[in-house]
């Protein structure tokens, strides 16, 4: 497999979208063009001078940039060492995703296209993208898996307010991945004018790298936050829960080539890592082909895609991005795993002790701060990914009286 | 000289591939509909490698996936079943599957399998070209397989001369851009395919996606070398429990 450039620069994968043995674009004829057009362009649009005054003037005014860099003290004190939060529940509409389809969005005009589709697991992208497609007055369809659909109603009717269509994906263990398939369909069926906003840094080249420089703001804020409080850009530890992996593989970017940042991928264990209701991918996948992309993903010896299980929509996804199996290949990050039953007793103990009620898959990355054997002098960042309102059905259930 | 390009110059007109995913309806269903569509007047038989996620395929081709992944079907039964197909099976036989299962079964295994087994060509829609030319061709050739590129109405001149530069046995010409399955308004197809008919091909090409009967099939053929069938066959094994009498049925309708 050497015949792709093996790059040790974790920002830039090859001219064909690899990272290592990662990543590539393995799409039907029917999408080239338009992954072509995407993959001649993305990086010229984005350097654009006026392109990124658009998009930073969008991302301060209406989503509410910088998010804060705060500082936990009870969490800090009962963990023993100094704990960041990287406030993206702040953002407008509630989590990190909307970091990403601001970008897309004018990407897009750019591109000449009228109409967005999208896929969504948590329904937080679904939402992001719903609200950009509002604000520049573009057609929307979320596509949705039905499970999906019933355990995040408030995120559904978001989107509806919005005026985006929602179709629910019945396919398969109809999540995230179904949800995937059905927009990446969509997108194949209606190609000219359409353009697909992936949420996650999965999919077919330039969407991984796209998908990781427009959420690369917030390790890039992180970096000059951390300096005004601490006197140095860099954390010892960086911690972030990963689906497909796009608020770790923003809130690692800037630290990816960093080697002293220790970076840390929380992946949902479900019911357990070998419980057979889990979506660990890293610990349970093989080298593989999902959604346009060469990764590590979780399958049966025949190669047949398995259906993960999380408690939380956003994470309940049996790949990983190409650049976070790189990271895992290469030893570069440390990925680790948190259950069900940790994830929502996270979720408790940082809402009383923090007042902050994080989303379920932000859970996640709270519970491996124990587990870790940090110092008093370690500096670490939680990837505070979205806000847990969206959860609070699931909450409810589990609230003691 | 291999069983396609054989064809081919015995027959530039009509030809008739007709689409079926292993294991459906059953599990053992696959040589008998083969055979089956053999005795009917197919040309050419494409056997569908069933994939959980098969992301070209509109919902026909979804759900007979699921159900053959249900009966059992894997790439390693299907060799077994294809293990005897040259003793009663003379026409050529062509693989349609996604790049995953047959990673996982071993990239260069397969092909040896295939041509083993007396498989005549490879259609792997998630097969780029930048992949098939560094990794992935150097085992198909060495196998002797022809590989089979798709190509649609926004597939760029150059691309196009390229991608038939690297095929053999025929091109897949994609009616529209669509998933399969999806009905098409054959007037507009017309015009691309006698774009393809002037392009100075060195392979003859099948037109793919939509066509269901004999009028799609008689739209296509007059501007192609003929035609591939799917998910309307598919639909027709639904709706019926004797493979060969459906089989005898629909390529009737087609064909005469």
Not at chain 1, 130 to 154: F, H, N, S, W
Not at chain 1, 291 to 297: D, R, V
Not at chain 2, 32 to 46: D, F, P, R, T
Not at chain 2, 172 to 189: H, L
Request: glycine share 8%; aromatic share 8%; proline share 5%.
């Amino acid at each position: 497999m050497s015949v792709f450039n093996t790059t040790t620069n974790y920002q830039k994968p090859s001219s064909e979208g690899y990272y290592g043995d990662f990543g590539g674009a393995y799409i039907p004829e029917m999408l080239y063009e338009n992954v072509e057009t995407l993959k001649v362009q993305y990086l010229q649009i984005m350097e654009e001078p006026a392109f990124k005054a658009e998009v930073a003037a969008l991302l301060k005014d209406y989503v509410g940039r910088p998010t804060p860099l705060f500082l936990a003290e009870r969490l800090s004190k009962e963990i023993g060492a100094t704990i960041y939060l990287k406030r993206e529940d702040l953002c407008h509409t509630g989590a990190h995703k909307i970091n990403n389809t601001i970008g897309q969005i004018i990407l897009a005009q750019r591109l000449g296209k009228t109409k967005i589709i999208a896929e969504t697991g948590a329904g937080q992208h679904g939402v992001a993208t719903a609200t950009v497609c509002a604000l520049k007055g573009m057609e929307c369809v979320v596509y949705m898996g039905e499970k999906d659909i019933e355990r995040q109603a408030p995120n559904v009717a978001r989107m509806k307010m919005l005026g985006a269509k929602v179709v629910p994906a019945k396919s398969g263990s109809k999540t995230l991945k179904d949800a995937t398939n059905e927009a990446i369909r969509a997108w194949i069926n209606e190609p000219n004018e359409t353009h697909y906003i992936i949420g996650s840094v999965v999919g077919p080249h330039p969407y991984p790298d796209m998908v990781a420089r427009f959420q690369s703001v917030i390790s890039e804020e992180v970096r000059k936050q951390l300096y005004e409080k601490t006197g140095s850009e860099l954390p010892t530890h960086v911690v972030a829960c990963v689906g497909g992996g796009s608020n770790a593989a923003g809130a690692f970017y800037h630290f990816l080539n960093e080697p002293t940042v220790e970076l840390i991928a929380v992946e949902a264990a479900g019911h357990g890592v070998h419980s057979g209701m889990s979506a660990a991918t890293t610990q349970l996948g093989t080298p593989g082909i999902l959604h346009g992309s060469k990764s590590i993903l979780m399958q049966t010896k025949d190669g047949q895609v398995v259906e993960p299980h999380s408690i939380s929509a956003g994470l309940d996804y049996p790949g990983i991005g190409p650049l976070h199996a790189f990271l895992y290949e290469s030893k570069r990050g440390t990925f680790m795993s948190a259950t069900d039953e940790e994830a929502l007793e996270s979720a408790f103990h940082i809402s009383k002790i923090e007042g902050i009620i994080p989303a379920l898959e932000t859970a996640h990355a709270f519970s491996v701060l124990p587990k870790m054997g940090l110092k008093p002098t370690d500096v670490v960042v939680v990837c505070l990914s979205g806000r847990g309102d969206k959860d609070l059905d699931t909450y409810m259930k589990f609230i003691k009286d | 000289m291999s069983r396609l390009k054989k064809l081919f110059e015995v027959q530039q007109h009509r030809v008739l591939n007709v689409y079926c995913t292993a294991g459906y309806p059953q599990l053992n269903s696959t040589l008998l509909v083969m055979k089956s569509l053999q005795e009917n007047g197919a040309n050419i038989i494409e056997i569908g490698m069933p994939y959980s996620d098969p992301l070209a395929d509109g919902e026909v081709i979804q759900v007979s996936s699921h159900i053959a992944l249900e009966n059992g079907m894997t790439i390693e039964v299907l060799f077994d079943q294809l293990s005897k197909m040259r003793e009663t099976i003379h026409i050529p036989v062509v693989l349609m599957g996604y790049m995953n299962p047959i990673l996982q079964y071993g990239f260069d295994q397969f092909c040896k399998k295939a041509k083993e087994v007396g498989v005549d060509g490879l259609i792997l829609p998630d097969l780029p070209l930048y992949e098939f030319e560094h990794l992935y061709g150097k085992a198909i050739k060495e196998n002797e397989l022809d590989f089979i590129f798709l190509v649609t109405p926004e597939t760029p001149t150059e691309r196009l001369q390229k991608l038939d530069s690297l095929s053999s046995g025929f091109l897949y010409a994609v009616s529209s851009s669509a998933t399969t399955g999806t009905d098409k308004d054959f007037s507009k197809v017309a015009t691309y395919l006698q774009k393809l008919q002037s392009a100075g091909l060195k392979n003859p090409f099948l037109v793919g996606f939509g066509i269901k009967d004999k009028a799609s099939f008689d739209a296509v053929s007059a501007y192609s070398n003929g035609a591939i069938i799917g998910s309307a066959y598919i639909n027709a094994l639904s709706k019926g429990d004797n493979v060969e009498t459906i089989t005898k049925q629909f390529l009737n309708s087609v064909l005469n």
